[in-house]
Structures are given as C-alpha cells and as structure tokens.
C-alpha cells in the first residue's frame, strides 16, 4: 500500500486551496464591473482566473438540479428523496406528480471515481417517461471504518436490496462498470425465483467479457499482477475525514488515469474555453466550464471493490467462465428467464468496445430469444452511449421500447380496465404467457447439467 500517496496529494490540494479561492473572488470582483469587464484585458484575466479556479478537484457529489421535467408536454416538478440509505449508498427517487404511474427503473450509477451525477443527463431524459431510481454511492473518505468493508459482493447486494426496496415488475439499467454486478445481481434473484425480479435489464457498455476486443483498459488491467496494483495504487484516507485510515482507491489516482488516456484532447478543451472567454463568446466556454466542473468532481472507491473488481473481472474473467461467486454463492445467468434483456454499445468506445457488452447473450441462454436484443450505435464513444444528442435521439428510444413492452404492470391495469370480450382476451393472453414462462422454468430445471 502505497501510504503517502493520498497524504501528499491533500496537502498540496489544502496548499493551493487559497489561490483558487482567489481567482474566484477576482472574477467576482470583475463580474461586478460591467463596464470593465467588457474589454478584451478584462477577458484575458477572466478566461486565465477561470483555468486556476479550475485547476483543483471536489470531492463532495454536486447537485443533480433537475427541477422540472416536461411529462406529456406539461412542465412538472420533480423533488429527490432517499428512499433507502446504508454507510455506503442511498437509493435515491425522483419524485413526480403524474396523472398515470410510470415504469419503475433503478439505474445502475458506476463508482469509478465519479459521482451518479455523472448521469445527470441520463436521469433528465428518462424522467419524462419514467419512474427513475439511482444509487447514488457514497465517497468511502466519507464512511467511518467502523461501517465495515465495502467488496464486489457488498455492491451486488446493494443492488438486489435497491430492487427490492423498488418492487416487483421494476426495471434495471445498469451503465458501464457496473453491468457485472447488475446482471451477477439479477442472476441471483432469478436462481432464488425472487418475486422483486426485474422485467427488463438494460446493460449498456460494460465489460461483460473483457477477453473480446481488448482496450487500453484492458491492457493496462493485465499489464501487472493484482500485487502491483494493491502496493502502488491502494492508499490510505488521511486525518481529518470520517472514513480517516480507510483503505481506498483515490479518485484523483482514477481521473488522472482517465485524462491521460486522452491528455491532448483536454489540453486542448481547455485552450478552446481561455479562447472563447477571451473573445467574448461565453456560449462554448460555459459548457466546458460545467463538463469540467462535474469531471473534477472526483470519488474515492473501496479497496476491496477496486482490487476484486480489476481482479475477476478484468484480469480473470470469471463471468463469462463461469467462476463468478457472490459469497459462496455461483453467478449463473442461465437462471434468468424472467427479465427481458437489452445490451447497447457504442462503435467508438474505447473503454468496453464493441463485443464486450453483447457478450451477455450467451451468458443468458436460458431467456427466449424474443427477450434479447441488441444494439450498436455508430458514431459514438464511451460517454455517448449513454448522453448527448445520439442517446436523447436514438439510443433512448429504443430504451424506453424495451421497458414498456416488458411492463407487465401496465398489462395488469389494461386488463383490469378493458370492458367485457377485451378484458376477457386480456387476461386469457396474461395467463398463457404465465403458463407458458412456468413451463418453460420447469422442463429447463429437469435438463441435466
């Protein structure tokens, strides 16, 4: 474990706290002179204030601010509320008041040295359509020692309480890194015949299977024993925070990682935004500004997460082999038969390429192949997948598709309100799917092994 690691790292950060603070005080200070703050030397100095005001990173989770969303073209308030909380996660509801109830979702927020507000936008373009749910995880430098560890198997079991918590018929989306335990999660639930088990499980660019198309991440996850990454990147929260001696993960060590992946591309964000505050263009600067402001806002994880997630799932691949355990409990995504299935990748990613996602499929042989599909959207990477203009307009649709024709709730209601013959045919058509589902379950559990 690398013990001075976090230590240098905050007190350089407490060090340098002070000029931040002043750049920021000195745009104020301009802001409040209109007159002077229009020439181009006021400009200059603003735009340069901006990058030292920048130029440090949060470590508390920013506000999602989605106020109102548009519901059937009516503008409605949307309220948070923690519905469930443990040490290391709340389960936290977007609340609406709508005339109809709305598919239930849980999304799947990654802890990859980020916040669930990283899926701000994700959250704002479900919500006209949905009943939205996320785990909204806690920084560990925020959680005393005396909270226990927090491992692979922890997160799997926050995900099947947070389903739970939910109800029946819910429906999960799960993004990026967190696509193992979500699908480790529901495989679990579906072996236990769990009546909270989702009807659709949504799995969008994660690392089902690591072997295909390897990345740089990839790579770089099988560049060194586990040893390596446990002496060199483990660290130690330092005094002075709840989680104090907490053994994590820091999320600087993850963001620096991440920007040096695609060092030239920020450098280059960055002299666009001086460039466009310089000449009096706020429009582009502003949305660099906000982009920066939430990438910089940065999340520690666990040790014991970090090391067995890079562990069994990028180093040993025990999903796709079929050696995954929660507990000494075996991950068997044969059992699901139940939740629909929906992978989504994006054709540019360089974090899960293409074929790491849909590699779920095989795994899930036991569904009927009507209940699979899958999508690769061109032209898009990593982030793309699952914000920006690509997800609101082409990926989403298909989305939310999957989630309401799995909606078995809205079946019920249709068939408790369809008048005579229609409500008869209704239930008929409910009842032979449930027979069906109920005998498909049987003659597959008689199948030898």
């Known amino acids: 474990m690398n013990l001075l690691a976090y230590l240098v790292y905050q007190t350089f950060a407490d060090l340098t706290r002070f000029g931040r603070a002043s750049a920021s005080f000195s745009r104020a200070t301009l802001a409040a002179w209109p007159a002077l703050a229009c020439g181009f030397d006021a400009r200059y100095l603003d735009a340069w204030w901006e990058q030292i005001e920048l130029a440090g990173l949060s470590h508390a989770r920013p506000p999602f601010e989605i106020d109102f969303v548009d519901v059937d073209g009516v503008r409605t308030p949307v309220s948070e509320a923690v519905v469930k909380r443990t040490p290391f996660a ?35 373009t479900m919500l006209a359509d949905h009943d939205v749910y996320i785990t909204d995880w806690h920084n560990p430098r925020d959680v005393p020692l005396s909270a226990g560890r927090f491992g692979f198997d922890e997160y799997v079991e926050h995900v099947m309480s947070f389903i739970r918590r939910i109800g029946p018929d819910a429906h999960l989306v799960a993004i990026c890194q967190p696509t193992v335990a979500a699908l480790a999660a529901v495989s679990l639930m579906a072996a236990d015949n769990d009546p909270a088990q989702p009807a659709s499980m949504t799995l969008m660019a994660g690392p089902i299977d690591c072997r295909v198309n390897p990345t740089k991440v990839n790579e770089l996850a099988n560049s060194k024993p586990i040893t390596w990454f446990e ?28 920007m040096s992946m695609n060092l030239e591309r920020h450098l280059a964000s960055f002299e666009e935004m001086r460039h ?75 974090i899960c390429a293409v074929g790491q996602t849909v590699a779920a499929h095989d795994l899930c042989r036991g569904l009927r192949p009507y209940m699979k599909t899958h999508h690769v959207q061109t032209g898009v990477g990593h982030y793309g997948v699952f914000n920006g203009r690509r997800w609101d307009t082409q990926i989403y649709p298909l989305v939310r598709a ?48």
Not at 231 to 258: D, E, H, T
Not at 420 to 446: F, K, M, Y
């Open 90 to 124: 709340s389960l936290l509801h977007f609340r609406k008041d709508v005339a109809a109830p709305q598919p239930r979702v849980l999304l799947v927020a990654p802890m990859s040295g980020h916040f669930a507000t990283l899926l701000r936008g994700t959250v704002r």
């Open 231 to 258: 002496r060199n990147l483990i660290s130690a929260v330092p005094g002075g925070f709840p989680g104090a001696q907490r053994r994590v993960y820091p999320g600087f060590v993850q963001l620096s990682a991440f």
């Open 276 to 350: 466009e505050r310089a000449k009096g263009d706020p429009t582009r600067a502003d949305a660099l500004n906000v982009f920066y402001r939430e990438y910089f806002a940065t999340s520690d994880l666990a040790a014991e997460f970090y090391l067995e997630t890079v562990s069994s799932v990028f180093q040993e691949y025990e999903l796709p082999l079929g050696k995954l355990k929660v507990g000494e409990r075996l991950v068997e995504p044969h059992a699901i038969r139940r939740t629909a299935l929906l992978t989504i990748e994006g054709e540019k990613d360089d």
């Open 402 to 449: 999957t989630i309401h024709d799995h909606e078995p709730r809205a079946l019920r209601i249709a068939a408790s309100e369809a008048p005579g013959d229609d409500q008869v045919t209704l239930r008929a058509l409910l009842d032979a799917e449930a027979h069906a589902a109920s005998a498909i379950s049987r003659a597959a559990e008689t199948q030898p092994k």
